[in-house]
């Protein structure tokens, strides 16, 4: 596969479930995201890697938890999610320096929260 | 902090036509690079156009092209010969200076081209 893939692409979950969505990258990047999109607001930035090392936290709920174990791989492990996380995740990679560092995204994750 | 807005929450044009879309931003910044991001129905987001600021020649790809007002802080974009494959939510970000990695989105404006 090329570009940017997430899975999986729909997820329904309880509020006392535990999942993770996952994110993986063929575009030999070093930096990953993670945002948030909700109807009729702006995309949200949760996290930055850069390298595999957190550079942004956008003061995200401790139930979120990212996890960067290369830099080709991204999750976001959740639990006891709240109704309101429901959204559609959006993963992105960049080269994560130079001039333009366009970030290219993933599909996302439609998440339902129950 | 940086803010975008877009004031067009849907817009509708005939197939063909020509269709301009607006962006406001506000910064203190003066080097920045803002850019213009495609997302269809199928959900996947692309970069349709970007401008760096300090360059006053407005960019374009091919039927694409913005409009950039630096004083005025307006990054608006411009879709000539509208196709039906245009059709999406259209949103315009802004990022500072070389080596950060924050895009800030606005809200989104939907487009719809109209056979």
């Known amino acids: 596969e090329t570009g940017v893939t997430q899975t999986p692409r729909h997820l329904v979950m309880g509020m006392t479930n535990k999942k993770s969505l996952k994110c993986e990258q063929h575009?030999?990047?070093?930096?990953m995201y993670w945002y948030k999109q909700s109807a009729k607001k702006p995309l949200e930035l949760m996290f930055v890697?850069?390298?595999?090392?957190?550079?942004e936290n956008n003061s995200v709920p401790s139930r979120f938890s990212p996890e960067c174990p290369n830099s080709s791989h991204l999750f976001l492990h959740l639990h006891t999610l709240q109704p309101e996380d429901s959204a559609l995740y959006l993963c992105?990679?960049?080269?994560?320096?130079?001039?333009?560092?366009?970030?290219?995204f993933g599909p996302g994750t439609r998440l339902t929260v129950l | 902090a940086q803010t975008v807005t877009q004031s067009q929450p849907e817009m509708s044009v005939q197939e063909a036509e020509t269709v301009t879309l607006s962006c406001t931003y506000d910064t203190s910044e003066n080097n920045y690079y803002l850019f213009w991001y495609k997302q269809p129905p199928s959900r996947q987001m692309i970069l349709v156009i970007r401008q760096e600021a300090y360059k006053q020649q407005n960019a374009t790809e091919n039927r694409f092209s913005v409009n950039f007002q630096k004083a005025a802080k307006s990054f608006s974009l411009k879709i000539s010969d509208s196709q039906l494959g245009d059709t999406a939510m259209y949103f315009c970000?802004?990022?500072?200076?070389?080596?950060?990695?924050?895009?800030?989105f606005g809200t989104g404006t939907r487009l719809t081209i109209i056979p």
């Open positions: 970000a802004f990022m500072m200076s070389f080596g950060n990695e924050k895009l800030t």
């Open positions: 890697y850069s390298l595999e090392e957190r550079v």
């Open positions: 992105a990679s960049s080269h994560g320096q130079g001039e333009w560092n366009e970030q290219f």
């Open positions: 575009l030999g990047h070093n930096a």
